[in-house]
C-alpha cells in the first residue's frame, strides 16, 4: 500500500487531505510542521508528500527545495489562498502539483495516483524511463496540448482551464512557463 505523508499545522486541513487520500487507497502519516516532517522523512520512505502552503517554521516553498535535494519523492502543495506567484514559487521549488484548498483538495485522490503512474518505456517496458526522461515527454505533452487548446479555445485561458479540468491560475502558470503567455 502506497504512503503518503500531510504536513499541515492546522488539523481541518490534516483532517480533509487526509480523507481524500484514505479514500485513494493512501495509509497516511501526519506532521503538524516542515521541520517535524523533514526529520520524519530521514527515516522513513514514502510515496508521496502533501504540504500545506502557510506553515510555521519554514513555509512550504523552503520545505519543497530542502526536500528536493535529498528526494524525488511526488509533491503536492496546498493553498486556502492560493495566488499566481504562490505556485509559480512551488512549481520552481519542485513542487508537482499545486492545489487549492476547498473545490481542488476533492481531487487530491485523483492528482495523486496520477503523481505515482509509472509511464511505459519507449519499447512498452515499464520503468525504462528516467524521471527526468519521464517529466520532459509529460512537458512536450502539455506543451502540444496547451498549444492546441489555445487554438481551439482562441486564447481564452477560462474556456482551457475548464477543458484541462484545472484551475486558471494553473493554466496561466504552464502557459508562461512554457513563453505561451506574456
Do not use: W
Not at 520552481?92 to 492528482?111: K, M, Q, Y
Amino acid at each position: 500500500m502506497d504512503r503518503a505523508l500531510i504536513v499541515d499545522d492546522v488539523a481541518a486541513g490534516r483532517e480533509i487531505a487526509g480523507k481524500e487520500l484514505s479514500k485513494a487507497g493512501f495509509v497516511v502519516e501526519t506532521e503538524t510542521c516542515t521541520d517535524a516532517a523533514l526529520e520524519f522523512l530521514r527515516g522513513e520512505r514514502l510515496d508521496l508528500v502533501v504540504a500545506s502552503h502557510r506553515q510555521p517554521g519554514i513555509d512550504a516553498i523552503e520545505f519543497v527545495r530542502c526536500l528536493r535535494k535529498v528526494s524525488d519523492v511526488p509533491i503536492v502543495v496546498l493553498a486556502a489562498v492560493p495566488s499566481i506567484e504562490d505556485c509559480e514559487m512551488a512549481m520552481r521549488a519542485g513542487a508537482d502539483r499545486f492545489l487549492r484548498l476547498g473545490g481542488s483538495v476533492a481531487r487530491l485522490g485523483e492528482v495523486a495516483r496520477q503523481l505515482l503512474v509509472v509511464p511505459m518505456g519507449r519499447s512498452g517496458a515499464i520503468g525504462e524511463l528516467t524521471r527526468e526522461e519521464a517529466r520532459a515527454l509529460g512537458q512536450n505533452e502539455l506543451r502540444s496540448l496547451l498549444q492546441r487548446l489555445v487554438v481551439e479555445c482562441r486564447g481564452n485561458i477560462a474556456e482551457i482551464a475548464r477543458r484541462m479540468n484545472r484551475d486558471r491560475s494553473t493554466v496561466r502558470y504552464h502557459l508562461r512557463r512554457m513563453n505561451m503567455l506574456d
